[in-house]
């Protein structure tokens, strides 16, 4: 039976149990198999891996892993640590858009309302996520280990925390996205893009309250939906600068 050594550090020993964390690990194998596989087999979702190095030297997913291989496996935290290592991640897009499974509701609305381009439904299933995580070349948020294992994935992060309003802090540092914010752009409902628009266009659809004291509204492009700074807008806007506020 051959032998490798594996090592992770830093946050992908989050998906090790927990006598297997920072420390060494004996994987026995007796079939050939990528490292790539291997990683995963031990329970490490490969989007969550920035480097690989074997016996000293970098090696990418295609890797076949040899007895007495000697491995070291890097997340994106670790770049700094790493600068002469190969990355394995592909390059950041330029263009930061998401696609999140069913457990990610209130992340998704937290994320449109931040202005960043969410694709979420309740009835997406899998493969379905999978297919729009590549197609779309959307980066894929969940809280399913097993979804970001799936080989259609390139990007794609798991959710560490269960909180939403943590786990929006946790996707903006992930990201580096608090300077992008750009709230009150998208829809909370659809993910349209909202759209000044004049009150006399859309005074029949509004309460006469509102049509008495407010004069400034946004639609949604995709649904309609029409907005205005009513009694939840402080609401929402005390969130924003409580999760914006933390990079400052």
């Known amino acids: 039976m051959a032998r490798a050594t594996f090592q992770f550090y830093a946050e992908l020993n989050d998906f090790l149990p927990p006598d297997k964390r920072q ?10 198999a990528s490292i790539k596989d291997m990683i995963e087999a031990l329970g490490v979702p490969h989007p969550e891996v920035d480097c690989i190095e074997v016996n000293g030297e970098s090696v990418d997913f ?13 997340p994106v935290s670790t770049v700094a640590e790493t600068p002469i290592l190969r990355r394995v991640r592909p390059k950041p897009l330029n263009v ?6 069913i457990h990610l509701g209130k992340l998704a ?11 979420y439904q309740n009835d997406y299933d899998d493969p379905e996520l999978a297919a729009i995580s590549s197609s779309q070349n959307r980066i894929l948020l969940t809280r399913d280990k097993g979804l970001l294992m799936r080989g259609a994935v390139t990007y794609g992060y798991y959710v560490r ?3 939403p309003q943590k786990q929006i ?12 914010a750009s ?12 759209q000044s628009v004049d009150k006399q266009a859309v005074i029949d659809q509004l309460p006469d309250t509102v049509v008495l004291y407010t004069d400034e509204f946004h639609r949604c492009q995709n649904c309609a939906q029409i907005y205005w700074k009513g009694s939840h807008y402080e609401r929402l806007q005390r969130f924003i600068d409580g999760v914006l506020d933390i990079n400052s």
Do not use: M
Not at 169 to 180: A, D, K, T
């Open 161 to 163: 925390n269960t909180d």
């Open 62 to 74: 295609s890797y076949i892993v040899q007895d007495g291989d000697t491995i070291n496996v890097y």
């Open 109 to 119: 609305s937290s994320l449109r309302l931040l202005g960043f381009d969410t694709l």
């Open 169 to 180: 802090v946790e996707v903006l540092r992930r990201f580096n996205l608090f300077e992008l």
């Open 183 to 194: 709230p009150f752009k998208r829809c909370l409902r659809c993910n349209g893009v909202l």
């Open 96 to 101: 930061i858009r998401f696609v999140l499974d």
């Open 23 to 32: 420390v060494r690990i004996e994987h026995f194998f007796g079939e050939r």
